[in-house]
């Protein structure tokens, strides 16, 4: 079974699906992929090979992220300006406290503690 993201033209995933090892050429699995996905959808070339293990292109893609062809990655969705992005994902401006009751506060740029 192999996945492939559907990327709209600014590269935004819209669709995910899979495809089963029967109609691909698993020593060109990418290709053959998107040569299949391409007729299915009636001539649609814009599609990514994603990987459910996160073995390629750093995550495995879902709706709403970004493919970034310069580092042949997807990138999940912006969580808050102030977040800086390292490879696929985003980090905070601080590291999270110890503990599960904590939420980022963009107003302050800082993380607030929810009370229980």
């Known amino acids: 079974m192999a996945h492939f993201a559907k990327l709209d033209k600014n590269n935004i995933v819209v669709e995910v699906h899979k495809i089963a090892n029967e109609v691909l050429d698993l020593q060109n699995e990418e290709e053959s992929g998107i040569a299949f996905l391409t007729s299915w ?5 814009n599609w990514k090979q994603t990987s459910y293990n996160n073995s390629i292109r750093g995550t495995y ?6 493919y970034n062809p310069d580092e042949d990655i997807f990138v999940t969705p912006q969580p808050y300006p102030s977040w ?8 905070p401006p601080s590291p ?7 939420s980022w506060d963009e107003k302050t740029l800082s993380w607030i503690e929810i009370e229980a």
């Not at 959808?41 to 070339?45: E, I, P, R, W």
């Open 61 to 66: 893609a879902g709706i709403g992220y970004t």
């Open 41 to 45: 959808s009636n001539g649609y070339t």
């Open 84 to 91: 800086s992005r390292s490879g696929s994902f985003w980090n």
């Open 96 to 102: 999270k406290p110890e503990g599960l009751n904590w």
